[in-house]
């Protein structure tokens, strides 16, 4: 896993979805079957207390095999973990929001898939 956030741009008040090919310990991919638990955090700017928090169901995030759908450019491999973040999290323009998803394996030490996302403002929002 990188340690450098995925960063990306997006108009205020719109949702984002992320996506990440995740592979454990032992360079495979992760499954349903060996993740306890995910939770998210995103933090506004340079804060500290989250603005959005949820506790993820994994069988609604992570995928036991990769997916090619159309939502997935990077390569033709694919994606094994998927989370719409909804646009009312977004609600301010000209402003950094920072997407924590903290993984908690079936064993093993627990890991961070970190997003970073501007926003521009929209004048009409």
Known sequence: MSNTPTRATIYEDSGVTCMARILGDDA???TQSVTSAITVAV???TSTSATYTASLT???VVFN???TDA???KDATGYNFRYAV????FDDGDATFRIEFKFT???GSQYFVIYEINT???LTS
Do not use: G, L, M
């Open 28 to 30: 495979t991919a992760i």
């Open 43 to 45: 933090f506004k700017n």
């Open 58 to 60: 994994v069988a609604d």
């Open 65 to 67: 095999s990769y997916q």
């Open 71 to 73: 939502r997935w450019s």
């Open 86 to 89: 909804i646009a009312s999290v």
């Open 105 to 107: 394996p079936t064993s």
């Open 120 to 122: 521009v403002e929209v």
